[in-house]
């Protein structure tokens, strides 16, 4: 039997866009490891994949904040697997304030989520890439990295933007190695935790009156695009950013 390559998925055991992008990749054929800093709701997703797809998922309580730990996670994984064929960094934090009354705290969580958080998954996962000199990466970024809009808030806009040049120079550091990285930026896909975060009225109307489809994104529209990006009819795609927002932000 053909061993399965390695996919780790951070974020992954919501009810977003990590859990359809493991799902997705699970029907794949890929052996996704879970990660979330979630320890319980990890092993229940983990535990779901397995009964789904018949053979056994890993899983690690992770916060990507944390350097050591997510230095400490992948050589594990290294080890074990031997392989990490596909990351896909879909960790996330936003909390919206204006920046003239913006906590430094805020600005700092959010950093260290959206940006740091996916510079040290990428920073421990390229080593294990580059010895067996293959790799696809994946970075979900955010229409807010180049919309001029309130609606997201600076912080999360300003570390989404970082996310896109952390994507092209580690591209044009690795394509020698076999690897690619490219970076999705997706616009309102729906899930019940974006309650606490926007506003009702940031809801209202949205299908009907800035989605050129007539309706808002899914996770699952987020997890064909990373499937696509990660698997071989995308072997000369790298350095790119894919918007997926309905047409509301096309990205040119």
Not at 43 to 67: P, Q
Not at 177 to 186: D, L, S
Not at 221 to 232: K, M, N, R
Request: charged fraction near 25%; charge should be negative; proline fraction near 3%.
């Amino acid at each position: 039997m053909q061993e399965r390559p390695t996919a780790l998925v951070t974020a992954a055991a919501g009810a977003g866009i990590g859990a359809a992008v493991a799902t997705r990749l699970a029907s794949d054929g890929f052996d996704v490891v879970v990660t979330d800093i979630h320890e319980r709701r990890s092993r229940e997703f983990a535990a779901k994949l397995s009964a789904e797809f018949g053979h056994e998922f890993s899983c690690y309580a992770l916060d990507v904040t944390d350097e050591v730990a997510v230095e400490a996670t992948l050589a594990e994984i290294g080890e074990k697997k031997g392989r990490l064929d596909v990351l896909v960094n879909n960790a996330g934090w936003s909390k919206i304030e204006p920046v003239a009354e913006m906590s430094a705290d805020t600005w700092r969580r959010c950093l260290d989520v959206d940006l740091n958080g996916t510079f040290y998954t990428m920073r421990y996962a390229l080593p294990i890439m580059q010895r067996n000199r293959r790799g696809a990466i994946v970075n979900i970024s955010s229409i807010a990295a180049y919309e001029t809009s309130t609606e997201h808030g600076a912080a999360y806009s300003a570390a989404k933007a970082g996310v896109l040049a952390l994507t092209r120079v580690a591209a044009a550091e690795n394509g020698r190695h076999g690897i690619r990285v490219n970076a999705v930026t997706p616009g309102l896909i729906y899930n019940d935790f974006l309650r606490k975060i926007y506003p009702d009225e940031f809801f209202d109307g949205y299908a009907e009156n800035r989605s050129l489809v007539g309706r808002v994104g899914r996770p699952e529209d987020i997890a064909g695009l990373v499937s696509y990006l990660v698997g071989p009819d995308a072997g000369y795609v790298t350095g790119e950013v894919y918007g997926i927002s309905g047409g509301v932000h096309p990205h040119g």
